[in-house]
């Protein structure tokens, strides 16, 4: 039987369009949009929700497409639900929320 890794990403940027984005490399399992996720720092977690995700083009980061899930290797911009620059920064740690 193989085990399912648990989904984890360290937060390469943050930005603001019409919410708070941050983009990052999968380094193991998968997300899914309405996936239930936390945001984890140094002394500080938060729960958080991925309402949109987009995955990149490997070689060019420009060129993104709009996708329902994503899995390790990939490089993704995961829209959350809630959140602020100030409160989610680069070097976090997002995770699944079991």
Known sequence: ?????????????????????????????????FDKLMVIGKNEEMENLCISLSKHHPYDKTQKTSVKK?????YVSICLLQGSKLQIRKGMILTARE
């Open 1 to 33: 039987m193989v085990q399912k890794s648990s989904f984890s990403m360290r937060i390469d940027d943050v930005f603001y369009r019409y919410g708070i984005f941050v983009t990052g490399k999968i380094q193991s399992g998968c997300i899914k949009v």
């Open 70 to 74: 994503a899995i390790a290797g990939d």
